[in-house]
């Protein structure tokens, strides 16, 4: 069987499980694929997809987004599946689109006049708009319903002939991708509600499939998901909430007992079809990197030399020539044993575009510990006056390639990036996020407060750890 509908803990605090441990457990259970739908991004995605590549197990890219179709409208979740690289792609631009409106819309509502310069920070709900799903929602499958979706609401709510409208509606934006989702975590109720959207589905002639909304892999885990829920609440285990669990059952299910649970053999066979239809490789085999632009007749290292050279004209004119030249030459030769030549040459076509471009840049961290940096102009900090550590940065043990932080005047940025991508070529040039996760001393002290911990004594318990902890 294959899982349709699972979210991890990288997730808004939404889940209490590693995309690792969701993996681990889903091949334990024999399972051929599991999908992956982070709510409001695909923030797992990369390790989600390195740990379906080590534990055999078929990776099934989606999110879970917030749809709010008229203003005045509550937003309910939709999932949203890849089949195509074509469709994450898709997916990633409608997520973009739902966090910047949602920032927009925020800016616009409570800006300060006062206080200019104050921005506000962006929502915690990214809204998706309707209008942006009617653009296009190519190689995109849509599960609506489950025990949080509005089609269920609005069956309970008495509004039959309203959940008739909107799943009509949204199998018109998802022309045969739009399945009912089916889910029962066993409270009270469930199976009672799984039966209302089973025919409503009948009755409108539409799909089923069978998902577990899983939310961490295993029942232990369990009071790890509550405790971050609680952390996301600013809650204690002791407080009741309405978007706390009502009970442990969201775990990764075998085939057998989902089944038990939803006795729909039709959204069971529904998994498999979506299954096969997704086909997304999110991690190459072999990462190609970009090449530089070489006069005729050079070779990387040796024009990478001739820039360096220039660069000492202008940057070491006096007494310290000698150390830098020595230095120079110790960088160079571990450059070049690494074969990283071509990587710093890319590096110094970027930086020197935005300068012709009167484009504000500086490298920054510890790429300023390096003369080659500095000589290409890369970096502005001269590491033989200040006494830097090259090997802070690169050295001969180092695997992988090593990392130079180039900031670009915001306002200006985007310019920067089409040149990369016209230049580079579209494979060649990517955005990359930051995703933020808890040390040691935050992750004591935000389950001290949610165990009802006093403020102060957390405060002086947690204050032993390091910042870096």
């Avoid at 999110?63 to 309910?76: I, N």
Wanted: proline share 6%; glycine share 6%.
């Amino acid at each position: 069987m294959v899982h349709l509908h699972v979210r991890s803990w990288f997730s808004f605090l939404a889940g209490g499980s590693p995309p690792s441990a969701l993996v681990a457990e889903a091949a334990r259970l024999e399972q051929p694929a599991l999908a992956l739908t982070d709510l409001h991004g695909i923030y797992g995605a990369v390790r989600f997809a390195d740990a379906c590549r080590q534990q055999g197990v078929r990776p099934i890219f989606g999110a879970t987004v917030c749809l709010r179709r008229l203003p005045h409208e509550a937003p309910f979740p939709l999932v949203l599946l890849a089949r195509s690289p074509r469709g994450f792609q898709r997916l990633n631009a409608l997520l973009t689109g739902a966090h910047g409106a949602s920032y927009q819309h925020d800016y616009l509502l409570h800006l300060d006049a006062s206080r200019p310069d104050k921005l506000p920070s962006p929502p915690d709900i990214p809204l998706l708009s309707w209008s942006a799903l009617e653009e296009g929602t190519d190689d995109l499958i849509c599960l609506a319903g489950g025990l949080e979706g509005r089609l269920l609401w609005l069956l309970e709510s008495g509004q039959g002939a309203e959940a008739e409208a909107w799943a009509r509606d949204l199998a018109r934006v998802f022309p045969g991708r739009f399945y009912v989702e089916l889910t029962h975590w066993e409270r009270r109720g469930d199976g009672l509600r799984v039966e209302r959207l089973a025919h409503l589905a009948e009755a409108l002639d539409l799909p089923l499939v069978a998902t577990n909304a899983v939310r961490y892999a295993r029942p232990d885990d369990f009071p790890r998901y509550d405790a971050l829920n609680c952390v996301r609440l600013g809650i204690t285990v002791e407080d009741r909430h309405v978007e706390r669990a009502q009970n442990d059952r969201a775990w990764l299910l075998s085939d057998r007992d989902l089944k038990l649970r939803m006795p729909y053999p039709q959204a069971f066979r529904s998994i498999d079809e979506i299954a096969e239809q997704c086909h997304v490789a999110l991690l190459a085999d072999e990462v190609t990197p970009p090449s530089a632009r070489l006069p005729p007749g050079q070779d990387p290292p040796r024009w990478l030399r001739h820039l360096c050279d220039q660069g000492m004209q202008s940057r070491y004119p006096g007494q310290k020539r000698a150390a830098a030249e020595r230095q120079l030459e110790y960088e160079l030769s571990v450059v070049n044993d690494l074969d990283l030549a071509e990587f710093f040459l890319v590096v110094h076509e970027v930086v020197a575009y935005a300068r012709r471009q009167g484009i504000r840049c500086a490298g920054r961290g510890s790429a300023a510990n390096s003369i080659l940096a500095y000589l290409l102009a890369i970096t502005e900090v001269d590491p033989i006056e200040h006494k830097l550590l090259f090997e802070r940065f690169l050295h001969r043990g180092r695997k992988g390639m090593p990392d130079i932080d180039v900031d670009f005047d915001s306002e200006r940025r985007n310019e920067v990036i089409l040149w990369m991508e016209q230049r580079f070529g579209s494979e060649h040039a990517a955005m990359t996020a930051n995703v933020n996760t808890y040390r040691v001393r935050g992750a004591v002290r935000e389950m001290m407060k949610v165990l009802g911990w006093d403020l102060e004594v957390v405060g002086n318990l947690t204050r032993f750890f390091t910042p870096w902890d």
